[in-house]
């Protein structure tokens, strides 16, 4: 069955983005197991459950810290885009009334000189 709708720019965008967020989440996991397993293997004293027991608690651990640095870097982001779209609303409203201000001066002065 075809559907008759074809999605909008910015649902496929968003449909991206989380696909591009859940590969890095996926890359930040194997990357993580990858970490906790050549640590665990630099050391010789634990049995394979113990080995494994390891492996799991360091990626977990690497994990958790990882997702506190992306929520950090994330709620930043969005702060930073809140501060950069105010001071653009505030520089876009001052040309505006820049603008405003110097064409009443110049229809001003073109009234002045025509009436001369």
Known sequence: MTHS???DSRSVEAGIARMEGYLLWQAE????RTDAEAFVD????PTSAQRDELVALLA???LDLSRRAVTRIATRA???????QQRYDVLKRRL???ALALL???TFLE??????
């Open 5 to 7: 709708r074809t999605p």
């Open 29 to 32: 996991i194997d990357r993580a």
């Open 42 to 45: 630099a050391l010789d004293w």
């Open 60 to 62: 977990r651990r690497q």
């Open 78 to 84: 969005l702060q930073l885009r809140r501060e950069y």
């Open 96 to 98: 505006l009334v820049t």
């Open 104 to 106: 009443s001066v110049l």
């Open 111 to 116: 009234v002045l000189l025509l009436t001369r």
